[in-house]
């Protein structure tokens, strides 16, 4: 008689990056700016033929708005987990670079080449966004078949922590708006299934 193997269970995370907002070409983080008609759609169109077992979102509306729609429509748990908010721009939140430019040219340069070291005025430390977003990664990490929803700077950080990258590599990566990111855990061990997927 064969053998039954044990195989062990494989939890699937999606990370699902909000659509494009009403903000625009801006420095966007703590911002709350809503999801136009084409984000809305677009974030349909990525989880229209997946199904999860449960929601978790940035508390912002360009995903909470989607999250709680989705939530209900498919009488899923919904949790608003705070630390998947987007980094804080500061001063920052709302303007271009060229406006930014115009009277803060050496500031805006610094944090060009060297975002980890040079934060924006009453911005957010890197360092400070990193932390809370693995925390905020590690506590939902267990929770098989779950979408989360959130920003694309706190994905490139998940991401970036899973692979071990260093931070100068992590602007490397595009967060397509709506694009799903598929993580997966056996035994504790993360892995990097995909990037900007309709799945």
């Given at each position: 008689?064969?053998?039954?193997?044990?195989?062990?269970?494989?939890?699937?995370?999606?990370?699902?990056?909000?659509?494009?907002?009403?903000?625009?070409?801006?420095?966007?983080?703590?911002?709350?700016?809503?999801?136009?008609q084409?984000?809305?759609?677009?974030?349909?169109a990525?989880?229209v033929k997946?199904?999860?077992d449960?929601?978790?979102s940035?508390?912002?509306?360009?995903?909470?708005?989607f999250?709680?729609h989705?939530?209900?429509?498919?009488?899923?748990?919904?949790?608003?987990?705070?630390?998947?908010?987007?980094?804080?721009?500061?001063?920052?939140?709302?303007?271009?670079?060229?406006?930014?430019?115009?009277?803060?040219?050496?500031?805006?340069?610094?944090?060009?080449?060297?975002?980890?070291?040079?934060?924006?005025?009453?911005g957010?430390?890197?360092?400070?966004?990193?932390?809370?977003?693995?925390?905020?990664?590690?506590?939902?990490s267990?929770?098989?078949?779950?979408?989360?929803?959130?920003?694309?700077?706190?994905?490139?950080?998940?991401?970036?922590?899973?692979?071990?990258?260093?931070?100068?590599?992590?602007?490397?990566?595009?967060?397509?708006?709506?694009g799903?990111?598929?993580?997966?855990?056996c035994?504790g061990?993360?892995?990097?299934r995909?990037i900007?997927?309709?799945v």
């Amino acid at each position: 008689m064969d053998e039954k193997r044990w195989v062990p269970e494989i939890i699937t995370i999606d990370l699902m990056r909000h659509g494009v907002s009403t903000a625009g070409s801006c420095f966007l983080g703590a911002t709350d700016a809503p999801l136009t008609q084409e984000g809305w759609e677009q974030m349909q169109a990525s989880v229209v033929k997946q199904r999860y077992d449960r929601v978790i979102s940035s508390p912002l509306m360009r995903c909470a708005a989607f999250a709680k729609h989705y939530a209900e429509k498919k009488n899923l748990p919904l949790s608003i987990e705070h630390d998947l908010k987007e980094i804080d721009f500061g001063a920052w939140e709302g303007k271009t670079s060229a406006e930014i430019w115009e009277t803060q040219q050496q500031l805006l340069s610094a944090f060009w080449e060297d975002p980890l070291n040079n934060t924006p005025p009453e911005g957010e430390p890197y360092r400070v966004f990193q932390q809370r977003v693995d925390r905020a990664f590690k506590a939902l990490s267990d929770q098989p078949n779950s979408l989360i929803i959130t920003h694309g700077g706190v994905i490139r950080q998940i991401i970036s922590s899973i692979l071990c990258l260093p931070f100068e590599k992590l602007y490397c990566m595009h967060i397509d708006y709506a694009g799903i990111t598929r993580i997966e855990s056996c035994k504790g061990d993360l892995s990097l299934r995909f990037i900007n997927q309709r799945v």
